[in-house]
């Protein structure tokens, strides 16, 4: 099986940042593209940032300039940099990881979400 653990959000006032963590473990032979995705109550899950196996990136219009993805392929490890947060941006944000297991067979796995709250 394979684990995604998400760290590191919480309250934050407007105009701050903060970042996220999500490490994956587990029975992964190679991690592909990892994502950051943020969803709020009676909406669908949306993608915010993605990342490939070779750090090209890509961001959804409303993050653009302010959030960073990033990964650390050592570690199995992807980040997201989130500054100048706005109170539109309050969502659980979910890790999503394309693993190639053992196998050789590509899953998709998600992380448990992170609760992301910008208010004053």
């Known amino acids: 099986q394979v684990q995604l653990v998400e760290s590191g959000g919480g309250l934050v006032q407007p105009g701050g940042s903060l970042r996220l963590s999500c490490a994956a473990s587990?029975?992964?032979?190679?991690?592909?593209?990892m994502g950051w995705y943020r969803q709020t109550p009676g909406d669908e899950r949306d993608p915010v940032a993605h990342?490939?196996?070779?750090?090209?990136?890509r961001y959804d219009e409303p993050v653009k300039g302010r959030f960073t993805i990033s990964r650390d392929n050592a570690r199995n490890t992807v980040y997201l940099q989130m500054n100048s947060l706005m109170p539109e941006d309050t969502a659980v944000y979910y890790c999503?990881?394309?693993?190639?297991?053992?196998?050789?067979?590509?899953?998709?796995?998600w992380g448990q979400g992170t609760q992301v709250t910008v208010s004053s």
């Open positions: 999503n990881a394309d693993v190639i297991k053992p196998d050789g067979l590509h899953y998709d796995f």
């Open positions: 587990g029975s992964i032979a190679r991690l592909e593209a």
């Open positions: 990342i490939t196996s070779d750090g090209r990136t």
